[in-house]
């Protein structure tokens, strides 16, 4: 059975940061495309940041230089640094895994940015 378990949402000022975390079983991040995802109210999901099996990573347009994606590969996991976080980055954001077809998605970890 596959699971991807997110965490590290909170509550930030803005220009504060958070360290998103996703967990992953009945998988290997090392093998699967691992993205992160967001979906703020009345909004369609977007793609936030992408990491494929090799080196090429992909990220929104909002982004900005603000965020980053990465593995760790003895923990199974993915990550992604938030800094410089502004109220419009206020949204769940899901934790995705793809490979050749399969997609698995986490139940998502709140972000709210706000003063």
């Known amino acids: 059975q596959v699971q991807l378990v997110e965490s590290g949402g909170g509550s930030v000022q803005p220009g504060g940061s958070l360290r998103l975390s996703c967990a992953a079983s009945g998988i290997l991040v090392s093998v699967f495309d691992m993205g992160w995802w967001r979906q703020a109210p009345g909004k369609e999901r977007e793609l936030v940041a992408r990491i494929n099996r090799g080196v090429s990573v992909d990220y929104g347009d909002f982004v900005k230089g603000r965020f980053t994606i990465s593995r760790d590969l003895r923990k199974n996991t993915a990550m992604l640094q938030m800094n410089s976080l502004e109220p419009e980055d206020t949204a769940v954001y899901y934790c995705?895994?793809?490979?050749?077809?399969?997609?698995?998605w986490g139940q998502g970890t709140q972000v709210t940015v706000s003063s």
């Open positions: 995705n895994a793809v490979l050749a077809g399969e997609s698995y």
